[in-house]
């Protein structure tokens, strides 16, 4: 059995993969680029993507928006593929941001780290940019939807619903974290079955894509299997040659062992899945002072009271300065144990994909879909279509 393509409206992914934006400066046209040509969804992360730029500090609009102009660009010479832009809602730039990718015709806007309720105002007619909003419960998605559909007379052309395992910060409280209700198994079904009503309203198709924790072929097999159209991964793409990281930041997932993959409580005020290093336990030890805030980057971050600021921790982890800073990864990002390519990283997942689809499935089928196949039919490349 080949892998189904990955549908977003008139989009078509060869393979049903997207690679997770990745802040800050983690992944970048580099990786967006080697992964688009490889037929999946390569996404650039927005998050103070201007770092680099010599005026971030004294011109931070500008620098953000020029970087972004400039990676967009370099990310479409290098592939014909489809690509997206990560534009996490919190950012203080969230408008300019999304203005300039739609400017630059970026295929798709991803969007989480709270709910994109507006996004929709900002593509006016003529324009063919997907919006895409990552939540984590399905109660997020229905709200998106009802939002969209009574303001804007439109919805989500998909969502990923991003559960627990997830690198970087996460939508859960601490408590939530382990709790089997909140696990994507869970989440997914949940969300596709959420949407239907919606989709069959405006009579379109909303794939559901899961995010979390899936590290091999079998588990992309195993999430199309409850209902995702596709899937959404981050921490292995890390571990590329293409990845826009310091050699140093891809290291550290290699050295990692289970038990760094640690919840910290980031100054966004989220909780935020890390790798544990002499940074973040002195953080923990109550060594790090509060500090001046130079870019005010994130609007719910509590930068008085923080003992770091995560823009600058993360930004020294991009360029391998560990010491200044730690990486965010996905809980599994301790299996990690060498650098491949990009090209590698997906064959691999396609074989491991294939035999996986060849073993007998599981007997289980999600309650959902028993009760949406009255009124929705799930098609053969695994999501439910409205109907
Ligand atoms: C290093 C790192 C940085 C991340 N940065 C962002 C980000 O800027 N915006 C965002 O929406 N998600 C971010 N994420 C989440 C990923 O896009 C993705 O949804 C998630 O990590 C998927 O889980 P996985 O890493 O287990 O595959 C980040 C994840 C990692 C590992």
Request: some cysteine; hydrophobic content about 45%.
């Amino acid at each position: 059995m080949t892998i189904p393509k990955l549908k977003i409206r008139d989009l078509v992914a060869k393979i049903p993969i997207i690679q997770g934006g990745m802040g800050v400066g983690i992944s970048l046209s580099g990786l967006a680029s080697a992964v688009a040509n490889e037929g999946g969804i390569g996404v650039i992360a927005a998050a103070m993507i201007g770092l680099n730029e010599t005026d971030i500090y004294s011109n931070f609009k500008e620098a953000n928006i020029r970087a972004l102009q400039r990676e967009i660009r370099k990310a479409r010479e290098a592939t014909k593929g489809i690509l997206g832009v990560n534009i996490m809602v919190a950012l203080t730039n969230f408008a300019d941001l999304v203005k300039t990718s739609i400017e630059e015709g970026i295929d798709i806007i991803f969007s989480g780290a709270g709910l994109p309720l507006d996004l929709p105002k900002y593509v006016k007619d003529g324009i063919n940019t997907k919006l895409v909003p990552i939540v984590s419960s399905a109660r997020a998605a229905k709200a998106i939807c009802k939002r969209w559909l009574s303001r804007f007379n439109s919805l989500p052309d998909a969502f990923v619903v991003e559960g627990p395992l997830a690198g970087g910060h996460l939508g859960f409280s601490a408590d939530q974290l382990d709790r089997p209700e909140f696990s994507l198994e869970k989440l997914v079904p949940e969300v596709v079955e959420a949407v239907i009503p919606f989709a069959e309203e405006l009579q379109v198709d909303i794939p559901v894509i899961a995010a979390g924790g899936i590290y091999t072929g079998a588990d992309i097999h195993n999430f199309l299997q409850l209902g995702a159209a596709g899937v959404q991964m981050a921490t292995r793409f890390v571990a590329t040659h293409e990845c826009d990281a310091d050699i140093s930041f891809k290291q550290s997932y290699i050295d990692a062992r289970k038990e760094d993959l640690v919840i910290i409580k980031s100054p966004v005020g989220l909780p935020g899945r890390a790798i544990r290093n002499q940074f973040l336990k002195d953080v923990e030890e109550g060594k790090k002072k509060p500090f001046k805030c130079p870019y005010h980057c994130i609007s719910s971050c509590n930068c008085t009271d923080s003992p770091y600021c995560i823009a600058m921790a993360l930004v020294n982890a991009k360029r391998g300065k560990l010491k200044k800073g730690f990486a965010f990864a996905g809980n599994n990002a301790y299996k990690v144990d060498r650098i491949i390519s990009v090209k590698e990283l997906i064959s691999s997942l396609l074989d491991e994909y294939q035999k996986a689809s060849y073993r007998p499935t599981v007997d289980y089928q999600p309650e959902f879909l028993m009760s949406a196949q009255a009124g929705a039919q799930v098609n053969i490349e695994g999501h439910v279509a409205g109907r």
